[in-house]
């Protein structure tokens, strides 16, 4: 039997309250508030974080709360209000919930690129809490 790596899990139905320090990936699907520091965070459909995160790599595709230090940030679920999100790149997949795409942030600021410019440059971007409608792109003819 092959050794799997090591994981840091946050099972749905449980919560969390603290601050949490990892050498190896979380994932949470249950509920967790405080500090989290670790390599990367996923936050599966079911899970949500609120609180101060700070990681090489966010993945969450569920709900996300409070200042989130990360180089990486893929978003496919709720972003609330008062969240601030700093990341070197970001990429925000559409849901489809009924026929329509679309993403949901709450009033959050979004600061996206270098870190260093944006510490003497602090460029923000507000974004309204109304959902923005997306028009999906044509399906990519398969590779041969």
């Known amino acids: 039997m092959a050794d799997s790596p090591k994981q840091t899990i946050v099972e749905d139905g449980t ?19 405080g500090d989290v520091s670790a390599p990367s965070l996923t936050i599966t459909p079911s899970g949500s974080v609120h609180g101060q995160v700070k990681v090489t790599h966010l993945k969450s595709q ?9 180089e990486n940030v893929e978003l496919a679920g709720k972003v609330n209000d008062q969240t601030t999100i700093r990341a070197t790149s970001l990429e925000v997949t559409l849901n489809q919930p009924g026929n329509k795409l679309q993403v ?13 410019k944006m510490v003497n440059e602090p460029a923000k971007a507000a974004v309204k809490p109304e959902p923005v409608a997306v028009t999906p792109a044509a399906p990519k003819p398969p590779v041969r």
């Open 15 to 33: 919560e969390f309250d603290g601050s949490v320090r990892s050498k190896c990936p979380i994932t949470v699907s249950g509920k967790l508030k």
């Open 62 to 70: 569920g709900e996300l709360a409070g200042e989130i230090d990360a």
């Open 104 to 116: 949901t942030f709450g009033n959050c600021e979004l600061q996206v690129g270098d870190k260093t």
